[in-house]
């Protein structure tokens, strides 16, 4: 199983960025998915998740109304939209599939990328 983010990078506060996802080795459609970020000297947080009939979203009240959690199941690949971006969104930032559980614990997801830094300056 191999989980790939990208689309990380330096942005100004009020920015935007989108970061992928590619997922391998299981089948895409069989999973929800799940966003988190860590920053320095915080605990890895949830940000968003999707189940895997795109039916339902879930976010982090921290993020609510500015990120957008998607999925191309035909693509093997979520998304986060992230848009108004705050230099407390500074953060490397992981994707990983669900298991069973609440969206918002990390010990519902067995699967885990290796990250992206999304760096937003003020």
């Not at 942005?11 to 999973?31: D, E, H, I, K």
């Not at 994707?95 to 519902?108: D, K, L, P, Q, Y």
Request: hydrophobic fraction near 35%; glycine fraction near 10%; charge should be positive.
């Amino acid at each position: 199983v191999h989980l790939l983010e990208s689309g990380g990078g330096l942005v100004q506060a009020g920015g935007f960025l989108r970061l992928s996802c590619a997922v391998s080795g299981l089948p895409f459609t069989n999973y929800a998915m799940g966003w988190f970020r860590h920053a320095p000297g915080k605990e890895r947080e949830f940000v968003a998740g999707i189940n895997f009939l795109r039916t339902s979203t879930y976010y982090a009240d921290s993020v609510k109304g500015r990120f957008t959690i998607s999925r191309d199941n035909a693509k093997n690949t979520a998304y986060l939209q992230m848009n108004s971006l705050r230099p407390e969104d500074t953060a490397v930032y992981y994707c990983a599939t669900h298991n069973r559980g609440a969206f918002a614990s990390r010990e519902s997801y067995d699967n885990w990328g290796q990250g992206t830094q999304v760096t937003v300056s003020s």
